[in-house]
């Protein structure tokens, strides 16, 4: 299975390297687009808002108490909360230094921002991009443990009641549990490259590398947005396109040569992008198979680990019930 799953992520790489040198527009083909209609506008990755969203990607922004639709432009100020639905994405800048991705069914609340970011996260997967001098100082909070950001580039996982997991791919990070009870754990450092996890009231501890099977869910999301933002080009240049042929009616012989370049330009672009689009379509598809199969098998573990976690606390209470019984019959014999 894990040879399998390099040779895939392999395949993966060099397509994306391929397709990125077949599809990329040169300077003699590249035509800007007239940034005026929203219709053909492409995302330019605002500050402080949303540059890239898609699905069911909902926002309370502060003094509202009602979920409402994130749209372009759309700022997320010190506590707001911000979720994802299920089959829906989104990247947020928080700033020029702080970058997060949003898996689908996540969900967080921003309590500080600034020089001591501080992110409250509900549930789900997130993974924050830092860089700059700020980048010690940023805390995202789980029910169950903290993870203090030292490293630039680092994944959040909390999907099972109990149970947080994190995954640095640069830097390192410190990971805390939170303490129960006056149980104190001191945390631990994960280093690049590996994993580690941490539960209520014990102790943290570091899994090993990160595998294979959790950087599919990035290559998932990381796909999942270049093919949004390919399909948004597309029909930018296509409604450019239809302009153009509008513009084309209209003028005179003498005025129709630049604007028949620009419409041969436009249609090259096209087609590259229709070809990327198609190229993408079919990666997406091996990589969402793969990775929703992932998803039930994780799904599966959970449920099979939270059945047994009850049995035990089951067995824990019978037992207690049991001794309290028969240290009350021991009492009554004494007496």
């Known amino acids: 299975m894990n040879r399998n799953m390099k040779y895939f992520l392999t395949f993966v790489s060099l397509f994306l390297l391929i397709l990125y040198g077949c599809a990329k527009t040169s300077p003699d083909t590249a ?7 929203e219709e053909i506008s492409v995302p330019a990755s605002p500050l ?8 069911e990607v909902m926002v309370i922004l502060p003094g509202e108490s009602e979920w409402t639709v994130v749209e372009s432009g759309t700022v997320l100020e010190e506590g707001s909360t911000v979720r994802t639905g299920p089959d829906s994405f989104a990247r947020i800048y928080l700033d020029a230094d702080k970058q997060i991705d949003m898996d689908e069914e996540t969900s967080f609340e921003v309590k500080s921002k600034g020089e001591e970011t501080s992110i409250e996260m509900f549930y789900g997967a997130l993974r924050a991009r830092i860089s700059g001098i700020d980048r010690e100082k940023m805390d995202i909070h789980t029910p169950v443990a903290v993870a203090s950001v030292r490293g630039t580039d680092f994944a959040v996982i909390y999907e099972k009641e109990g149970l947080c997991e994190v995954e640095v791919y640069g830097g390192s990070i410190l990971l805390a549990a939170v303490p129960a009870e006056e149980a104190y754990f001191p945390p631990v450092e994960v280093s690049e490259n590996f994993a580690a996890s941490a539960r209520l009231a014990e102790a943290p501890v570091i899994i090993g590398e990160i595998t294979d099977t959790r950087q599919l869910r990035w290559i998932h999301f990381d796909e999942r947005m270049q093919s949004f933002l390919n399909l948004r080009r597309l029909r930018a240049v296509e409604a450019y396109l239809r302009r153009q042929r509008g513009l084309l009616r209209a003028a005179p012989a003498e005025e129709q040569g630049p604007i028949r370049e620009k419409i041969g330009r436009l249609r090259t672009e096209q087609a590259a992008l229709e070809r990327e689009k198609e190229a993408r379509s079919e990666i997406l598809e091996e990589i969402r198979l793969r990775y929703s199969g992932i ?13 047994q976690q009850r049995k035990e606390i089951i067995e824990q209470r019978l037992k207690r019930i049991e ?13």
């Open 295 to 307: 998803r039930q098998e994780q799904a599966e573990r959970r449920r099979l680990i939270i059945e």
């Open 31 to 37: 035509v800007p687009l007239d940034p005026k209609p």
């Open 323 to 335: 001794e309290e019984r028969q240290r009350r019959r021991r009492e009554l014999e004494e007496k």
């Open 48 to 55: 402080e808002s949303f540059s890239y969203f898609e699905g």
